[in-house]
Each structure stands twice: as C-alpha cells, then as structure tokens.
C-alpha cells in the first residue's frame, strides 16, 4: 500500500502565496504521474496541477503562470507552489500519486487526505 500526506495548507490573504507538499510512504515499487487537484464546496473535484515521471507538466488556464509543481522522485513527493492567490482559490487540495507497490501490481492512483486552503482578507 501507498500512503500520501500533505501538508503547507493554511490561511493566507490575496495575493499571497503558499507552498504544499505531499510525501508517498508505504510499499512503493514505481511512481508515474503525480498531481494535485482542488475541491471547493458544492463543486467538483478539479484538477489543479500534473508532473511526470519525466517532470512533463500539466496546468488548467485557470491557474497557468500562478502555480507551479515540482517533484522530488528521490524523497517520492511533490510540491505545488501557488503564487498571486485570489480567494477563488480557497478549496480543500489533495494530492495524487498513480504508483505500484510491487511489480507485478497495476498502477493504481493514491489520495492523499487533503488539506485547506483559504484565501482571504
């Protein structure tokens, strides 16, 4: 099994900034895409941010240029910095992890428990 914590969520006001982290432990064979993704209340689960395993990167329009993910492969985490915060931000981040656990394994995509952010004045 893959277990995936996050941590760096918090309270911070528009146009601040924050750095989340995300860091797979477990019985970990391989570890593909990595990403984060955002749910606000009463909307869906979206996707915020995505890295390869070849640090191929992905971002939806609506946070392109603010936000930047990375990944360390040699700790197995992955970091989202988020710039230029607006309060449309604000939504629980979870973070995911498409890993193997033995070889002979499918992939399967882990979850993280998710983490707040808030932004506002």
């Known amino acids: 099994q893959v277990q995936l914590v996050e941590s760096g969520g918090g309270l911070v006001q528009p146009g601040g900034s924050l750095r989340l982290s995300c860091a797979a432990s477990g019985t970990i064979f391989s570890i593909n895409a990595m990403g984060w993704y955002r749910q606000a209340p009463g909307k869906q689960r979206e996707l915020v941010a995505s890295i390869t395993s070849g640090n191929m990167t992905m971002y939806p329009n609506s946070v392109k240029g603010r936000f930047t993910i990375s990944r360390d492969n040699a700790k197995n985490t992955v970091y989202l910095q988020m710039n230029s915060l607006k309060p449309e931000d604000t939504a629980v981040y979870y973070c995911?992890?498409?890993?193997?656990?033995?070889?002979?394994?499918?992939?399967?995509?882990?979850w993280g428990q998710g983490t707040q952010v808030t932004v506002s004045s």
């Open positions: 995911s992890a498409d890993a193997k656990s033995r070889p002979s394994n499918p992939t399967y995509r882990y």
